[in-house]
């Protein structure tokens, strides 16, 4: 499965993004599908998840109330759709599917289990 990430760029503290990965073929049916960012200096981090058997989703504290994960029915698309943005939200965000059905990769201190990672896109806020 290769996945594609766009809609990254520049933006001012408080502006929105959102951002676009386009899964090609689609990934398993159970796989669940979500975000994870890097910042210069820091780990990986898991943002965002959602399960392909339900529904159901995750964020990281840091971003719940201003990120919102969502995909289409066949999980050829995956958006993660980001407002009142931080500096601190500055990172590259990479696409990417757990090869379980409940995001535990992006789990803080959980094992990472990815089956596809995208190239990554970069998100800068900076007035």
């Known amino acids: 499965v290769q996945l594609m990430e766009s809609g990254g760029g520049l933006v001012q503290p408080g502006g929105s993004l959102k951002l676009t990965c386009a899964a090609s073929p689609p990934p398993f049916h159970y796989y669940a599908m979500g975000w994870f960012r890097q910042a210069p200096g820091k780990e990986r981090e898991g943002v965002a998840c959602?399960?392909?058997?339900?529904?159901?989703?995750w964020y990281a504290d840091s971003v719940k109330g201003r990120f919102t994960i969502s995909g289409d029915n066949a999980m050829n698309m995956l958006y993660l759709e980001m407002n009142s943005l931080k500096h601190e939200d500055t990172a590259v965000y990479y696409c990417?599917?757990?090869?379980?059905?409940?995001?535990?990769?992006?789990?803080?201190?959980?094992?990472?289990?990815?089956?596809?990672w995208g190239q990554g896109t970069q998100v800068t806020v900076s007035s």
């Open positions: 990417a599917t757990d090869r379980s059905p409940w995001c535990g990769s992006f789990y803080p201190g959980h094992r990472v289990d990815v089956a596809s």
């Open positions: 959602i399960s392909r058997t339900d529904g159901n989703t």
